[in-house]
């Protein structure tokens, strides 16, 4: 099994493949932002902030996946997102509800699938099973 590379292209700065919005890992100022709404955007809860995203740290950067809209292990609290793209879809999974994604899962088109779970260092995945779907 080949390691997993974030993106469906393999190349992080390739926002349009990996379907991610990404910025760097320091903190910036945010006067930038004065002047734009601060009303919901349409279809996001009014109460839901960036505290509710998904997020994953991948190559010196920090990347904001949004809010997690499926509950995978039914204890109540949304836990994962899915990404579709032309190759298949991205199942981001946070079991332990601290805001950072620790399980990835794609499907490809063909039917075949691979899962990762981040290691203990917090910045290598582990294939944990891969097969096909039939």
């Given amino acids: 099994m080949e390691p997993f590379v974030l993106g469906e292209g393999g190349d992080p700065d390739d926002d349009a493949a990996a379907g991610l919005w990404h910025g760097d890992a320091e903190s910036q100022d945010a006067d930038h932002l004065a002047g734009l709404p601060d009303t919901p955007l349409p279809g996001e809860e009014p109460d ?3 505290d509710d995203h998904l997020w994953m740290y991948d190559d010196g950067r920090i990347w904001d996946l949004g809010p997690a809209d499926v509950d995978t292990d039914a204890d109540g609290v949304a836990d994962s997102l899915t990404r579709a793209g032309p190759d298949g879809m991205t199942v ?22 691979e ?3 981040l290691a203990a260092d917090g910045r290598t995945w582990v294939p944990t ?6």
């Fill in 115 to 117: 899962a990762h779970r």
């Fill in 92 to 113: 981001y999974t946070d079991r332990d509800h601290d805001g950072r994604v620790d399980t990835i899962t794609h499907i490809g088109s063909d039917g075949d699938y």
């Fill in 48 to 50: 839901a902030g960036a």
């Fill in 129 to 134: 099973d891969s097969g096909r779907l039939d």
